[in-house]
């Protein structure tokens, strides 16, 4: 399985991104997915799931009310939308499928890794 993200970029603070992430073929529909980061020098760290059915979601309190992840179970897609971003936001993005269909703030609970999308805000 390849999970394929996009739509980093750079904006400035305050402004919005969405990235998607696509996997190659069905045999995540079932499990739930995930959007984790990684600032330079810093750990991967959780930032949003959602469930299989799309149903159950989770953040990050770093990024509750300024972040909502979406699912499209028919195209095996999910994706982040990304507002009110701050400098700190800024990292690589990675998407991630879990074992489990509930969905995970942890990272040893995802098996399939994205290889990752950029985003830059400046201040």
């Known amino acids: 399985v390849q999970l394929q993200a996009s739509g980093g970029g750079s904006v400035q603070a305050g402004g919005s991104l969405r990235l998607s992430c696509a996997a190659s073929?069905?045999?995540?529909?079932?499990?739930?997915m995930g959007w984790f980061r990684q600032a330079p020098g810093e750990e991967r760290e959780f930032v949003a799931a959602?469930?299989?059915?799309?149903?159950?979601?989770q953040y990050a309190d770093s990024v509750k009310g300024r972040f909502t992840i979406f699912r499209d179970r028919a195209r095996d897609t999910i994706a982040l939308q990304m507002n009110s971003l701050k400098p700190e936001d800024a990292a690589v993005y990675f998407c991630?499928?879990?074992?489990?269909?509930?969905?995970?703030?942890?990272?040893?609970?995802?098996?399939?890794w994205g290889q990752g999308t950029l985003v830059t805000v400046s201040s």
């Open positions: 991630a499928a879990a074992r489990g269909s509930i969905g995970s703030s942890y990272s040893k609970d995802y098996t399939y």
């Open positions: 073929r069905r045999a995540v529909s079932n499990n739930a």
């Open positions: 959602i469930s299989w059915s799309g149903s159950i979601t």
